[in-house]
Every structure is written in structure tokens, then in C-alpha cells.
Nanobody
Framework: QVQLVESGGGLVQAGGSLRLSCAAS????????MGWFRQAPGTERDFVAT????????YYADSVKGRFTISRDNAKNTMYLRMDSLKPEDTAVYYC?????????????????????WGQGTQVTVSS
């Protein structure tokens, strides 16, 4: 059974930092693109960042560019999202996602429907 499990969420003050992890099990994703999305109450699931299979290509939403860093450790089958200079508007449930094959296209990876596997999400709350 394939699972993606997010961790590292929590409550932080504005200006603070968090690092989210996404641990995969059941299969390896070392050849697959992965991404992070977030969803606030009453809104759609929004793209945050995506990373190619070897980390050579990374792309961010404008709203997080310069503050968030996506990375991965294929030896650990784990992806990360380092979040700095957090703002109250970053408050949301954060989801990790993975492709089931080697497809990668920067623009396409911004669409949630392009991903085959999803985690259950981790809550990030930023207080002002």
C-alpha cells in the first residue's frame, strides 16, 4: 500500500519557520516528481512548490518564492518544505503529492489533478 505521510506542521508566530516532511512508503518515488499544495478553509487546493525527481528543477508559487524551499532525499524516500518568514496568510493544511511515473513539466505540475498520490495533510497555523 502506497502512503505519503506529512509531518512537521504546527502553530508558529508570524516571521517564524517550520520544516514539513513527506515520507513515502510502499514504493519508491526516486524517479518521480513531487509537490506541495495547501488548502485554507473554504478555498481550493493551491499549488505551493514542485520538485523534479533529482531536485534539478524546482518551481514555486509567487506567494512563497524566496521564503519557502522544497527539497528531497531520495535515499530516505522523503521530501521536505522549509518555510521561513511565515505569514498569517500561509495558514492552511499542507499536502504532499507525487506522480506515479517519470512525467515532469513545470507548468503541468502546478495542477493538483496531475498527481497520482496524496498525503492526508498537516496543519500549519501562523499567528499574527
Amino acid at each position: 500500500q502506497v502512503q505519503l505521510v506529512e509531518s512537521g506542521g504546527g502553530l508558529v508566530q508570524a516571521g517564524g519557520s517550520l520544516r514539513l516532511s513527506c515520507a513515502a512508503s510502499g514504493r519508491t518515488f526516486s524517479s518521480n516528481a513531487m509537490g506541495w499544495f495547501r488548502q485554507a478553509p473554504g478555498t481550493e487546493r493551491d499549488f505551493v512548490a514542485t520538485i523534479s525527481w533529482n531536485g534539478g528543477s524546482r518551481y514555486y508559487a509567487d506567494s512563497v518564492k524566496g521564503r519557502f524551499t522544497i527539497s528531497r532525499d531520495n535515499a530516505k524516500n522523503t521530501m521536505y518544505l522549509r518555510m521561513d518568514s511565515l505569514k498569517p496568510e500561509d495558514t492552511a493544511v499542507y499536502y504532499c503529492a507525487a506522480r506515479g511515473d517519470s512525467f515532469y513539466n513545470t507548468q503541468a505540475m502546478m495542477r493538483p489533478e496531475i498527481y497520482d498520490y496524496w498525503g492526508q495533510g498537516t496543519q500549519v497555523t501562523v499567528s499574527s
